[in-house]
């Protein structure tokens, strides 16, 4: 039944379009103004009727796009539906001309987004190649700007054959870098600013005002407090929670679980981590240079390829 | 202070607008009926379908529209506001032209008379019930002036009636001056209720405590969500507090107040949760109120998070034990200044395991945010064990008493400041499970000082 719907949505998405320019086409009286007109007009039309089709579709899908994990199965009612709308959606923002007509013309925007499900704000900043999907789900405000090729992951397909899907939030002014991923059940605050190539995991939670630097990688239900900056290729790990107001230095390991809640937690982190990379690098010189070859169970530092090339 | 004030004035007056646009909407509809019998004596061609379909198209749909788009709109309420100001006052022009002005300018400029009456009881009620706050009332006066009075004041004059003419502009201009007088009167009453309003947010802070006032004031509506999962639980209690309290009452009334302002503070301080007081008695949880999604949906990285929640409870153990010593601290300072020399003390049960955190109680009554699991029983149960601890030592003072279990997460310097005490002679009620209790005795603010520094 899915798969016999997404034949009978190709065509109308494809075929209405084509078929009101061509009703037109008969209706019209046939005089050489007329004819040139329809000509001018007719890829016009078809960029407008388009998208609205591949929307108006979408409606009767767009209420079961909800949060949850679901079997990647046809047969199950959730999945159907995600996969349909889906078909909708990507229907229209694969179709890049298309979409890029639809993103210029606010009201237009408007419009589409509106009859997708999305029932954020439609003053943002979005390009054509700007991943979303689950419109319905996302609850973006007022001012927020997606630069190109970042994504919103508000979906993940996991290994079981599952697919987890949950909400994301973003709050006004905030800005999402360019090919910054932020995953699924994860809350930006106002006036955010997350950096080119960040990775944002699952279930975060990301405070207001907080500026995250270029290719940070934070993971899964991390929590960083208002007005936090992150320095460049920082790693928050795992349910680490951050305070407000701190500066975490640039490539900064936080380790999964932590708490940084003031400046000297910070220090405390990166003393800590500056200790063991000098026990680690002793360690490794003492086996060298007592043995003449390194510990067992040191792991080799770099990889060894006959193929590369020999300095010194 | 001051913005948040504009922004429940704006609100407010978005709020109103909306109702006005809807109430228009209506308005000019039965104006298309209204209206129908004094028009037809200026243009007798005019029929009554003429009359209405144009009113119903070009004022009350719009109106309709703005007011659609001001109640379910996503826009800020300052956008709301102009597109109402700008919207209203254009179709407002545009319905003086539906049989109107085109009449005037034909040489009959009596009509006016017929319609100026509702043009400013319209402006005054306009003025008087949405009652644009601060700026924008002197830009709807403007946009008012520019789209609709101007031209109103332009065809009166072309007209060609000058008793009609001045009539207009009398009446237009007294009825402004009145609106704004008394729109900016009316502004500065909903100032004042704006301002007690927050006033009154800011007092149910103080009560609510910061985790309840984040999860309603700053819409974190995850911290109502229900969780479960490890946490610890501390019960104190005032020890002989009904006695002390019949010898003395002000002196306890007050000693009781400041100690649990203290409580409080240092609650909040280590990130606990005061989840109930009942007489001298505190519950408080430690570990609960963190942010801690759930991702065990996600798989390979089970050892991550156990990693995770191991360090989350170290944090919470933490922040129990050096919160429960801070509390013993200051209220063996605080007995000191109120009872100097009077034998006042504490005891404090604590126990760790699985507990639920999720509001209870009829969402249309009275409803909490509340804590249940084993711990909460455990706790309270060790606390009144430590009576009993006592008695077996033959001394008086105040007491830790804590289970096994949380003591785990502990570092072993601070764990070896509580001493084991083998319950089999008399089981802990309810908890007979509980063979060994460990505990600590805190006698005196010095001795507390003593045992401080012992634990490192």
Known sequence: MGKALIILYTLLEVGLPMCAVGFAAVIIPKSSVWVNTLWILMPISYVVIFPFVCALLSQFHSRQVVPGKFPRDLNNPAYKARRLYGFCWTSLYYFTPIFYFVLQIDLFKASVLRLFGYKGSTSITLYPDSWIRDLPLLDIAEGVYFANKCTLGSNLVLGTGEILVDRIKIGKQSTIGHLAIVGLGTQIGEHCEIGIGVAVGLRCAIADRVRIAPTCAINHGASIGAGTQVGAMSYIGLRAQIGPGLEIPAGANIPTGASIKTVDDISKIISSETASLISERDRLSKGIFNHGAPPADASPIVPTDPDAPKYG | ????????????????????????????????????????????????????????????????????????????????????????????????????????????????????????????????????????????????????????????????????????????????????????????????????????????????????????????????????????????????????????????????????????????????????????????????????????????????????????????????????????????????????????????????GVVERSVQGDLQGHAELDVNGVPVNCSNRLQEYGKHILSVLGRAGSLIVVSAKSLEYLPPDKQSAYLEFRTTANPVRNFSNLQVVHYRTVESAENHSAVIQLAG
């Open chain 2, 1 to 352: 202070m001051e913005s948040r004030i504009k922004d429940l004035l704006l609100d407010d007056s978005v709020r109103r607008a909306t109702i006005f646009s809807f109430l228009l909407g209506a308005v000019f509809t039965a104006y298309g009926f209204t209206s129908y019998d004094f028009l037809i004596r200026f243009d007798p061609n005019l029929n009554l379908w003429d009359n209405l379909w144009q009113r119903i198209l070009f004022n009350s749909t719009p109106m309709l529209l703005i007011g659609g788009y001001l109640k379910l709109g996503t826009a800020s309420n300052r956008i709301k506001m102009i597109i109402w100001m700008v919207g209203f006052c254009c179709v407002f022009h545009v319905g003086a032209w539906i049989n109107v002005w085109p009449v005037i300018l034909s040489g009959q400029p009596i009509v006016l008379a017929y319609v100026h009456a509702a043009n400013v009881y319209l402006f005054a009620f306009c003025y008087v019930f949405v009652s644009p706050p601060g700026r924008y009332l002197w830009y709807f006066t403007m946009t008012l002036f520019l789209m609709f009075v101007g031209p109103l004041f332009i065809v009166a004059h072309i007209g060609n009636d000058p008793v009609l003419f001045k009539l207009t502009i009398n009446d237009t201009l007294f009825t402004i001056i009145s609106g704004v007088a008394g729109s900016h009167m009316i502004q500065s009453i909903r100032r004042q209720v704006a301002y007690f309003e927050i006033e009154k947010e800011a007092t149910a802070k103080t009560f609510l405590g910061p985790i309840l006032s984040q999860a309603i004031y700053k819409n974190r509506q995850e911290l109502f969500a229900s969780w479960r999962g490890d946490a610890f639980v501390a019960t104190l209690d005032m020890r002989d507090s009904t006695e002390w309290q019949k010898r003395n009452p002000r002196a306890w009334l007050q000693f009781r107040q400041e100690y649990f302002k203290a409580v409080s503070e240092i609650t909040t301080r280590y990130e606990g949760y005061i989840q109930k007081t009942v007489g001298d008695s505190h519950v408080i949880d430690f570990g609960i109120m963190e942010h801690a999604p759930d991702l065990s949906e996600l798989p390979g990285i089970h050892a991550e998070l156990n990693l995770a929640e191991k360090r989350r409870l170290e944090r919470a153990s933490a922040n129990t034990f050096d919160a429960l010593d801070d509390i013993f601290g200051e209220f063996h300072r605080l007995a000191e200044e109120h009872f100097e020399g009077c034998p006042i003390f504490l005891g404090a049960g604590v126990d760790l």
